[in-house]
């Protein structure tokens, strides 16, 4: 068994309102910033997986994001392997 280590992108699909991202790029004007936009807010959690074989371990993972992590109706996500 080996340990296999991901991170998880999760970030509002397109089309979806992000708050976050509208409030972040609501407070550039007050630092002076007027050159960057289209913010979107997400989050990445990382973890670590025992399994035989990294498609083993990486199928856990992609269950985890899609049922438990992120919401499917509402957020995409990206699994990447990072060790």
């Not at 972040?24 to 997400?42: A, K, M």
Request: net charge negative; hydrophobic share 50%.
């Amino acid at each position: 068994m080996a340990t296999f280590r991901y991170a998880v992108s999760v970030m509002p699909k397109a089309g979806i309102l992000d708050v976050q991202g509208r409030a972040v790029e609501g407070s550039l004007p007050h630092l002076g910033v007027d050159s960057v936009h289209g913010i979107r807010v997400g989050r990445r959690v990382e973890l670590a997986a025992d399994a035989a074989t990294e498609p083993e371990a990486r199928a856990v993972v992609e269950r985890l994001a899609g049922e438990l992590l992120a919401n499917p109706i509402i957020e995409a996500w990206q699994v990447e392997r990072i060790g």
